[in-house]
């Protein structure tokens, strides 16, 4: 499967941005997908997941309730909402699928490119 991030940009601190993942090949209603983020230097880190269904859906701690998961099955894409965005949400932001729910890069076999999100303090 294929996967390409979208909906990236540069918003203020405190402002929102929605992320899209769509896929091209297969549908993704068959894939759990995560989406990560990756500063310079630093591993990618896990953001957040959601199943295939779309009824589980997990996030980083340190998100505290800023951000959420969602897919439309219909539409082969998963979206993430991030709210209140911080100066430290500031990386490029990667969505990855597999056939099973992972918290970590290596949970996930298929990865889009990124899409670069950049908030100004």
């Known amino acids: 499967v294929q996967l390409q991030a979208s909906g990236g940009g540069l918003v203020q601190a405190g402002g929102s941005l929605r992320l899209s993942c769509t896929a091209s090949?297969?549908?993704?209603?068959?894939?759990?997908v995560g989406w990560f983020h990756q500063t310079p230097g630093k591993e990618r880190e896990f953001v957040a997941a959601?199943?295939?269904?779309?009824?589980?859906?997990r996030y980083a701690e340190f998100l505290k309730g800023r951000f959420t998961i969602s897919r439309d099955n219909t539409k082969s894409t998963v979206y993430l909402q991030m709210n209140s965005l911080k100066p430290e949400d500031m990386a490029t932001y990667y969505c990855?699928?597999?056939?099973?729910?992972?918290?970590?890069?290596?949970?996930?076999?298929?990865w889009g490119q990124g899409t670069q999100v950049t908030v100004s303090s």
């Open positions: 990855a699928a597999n056939p099973f729910l992972g918290t970590t890069a290596r949970a996930y076999a298929f």
């Open positions: 959601i199943s295939a269904s779309g009824g589980i859906t």
């Open positions: 090949g297969r549908t993704l209603s068959n894939y759990a």
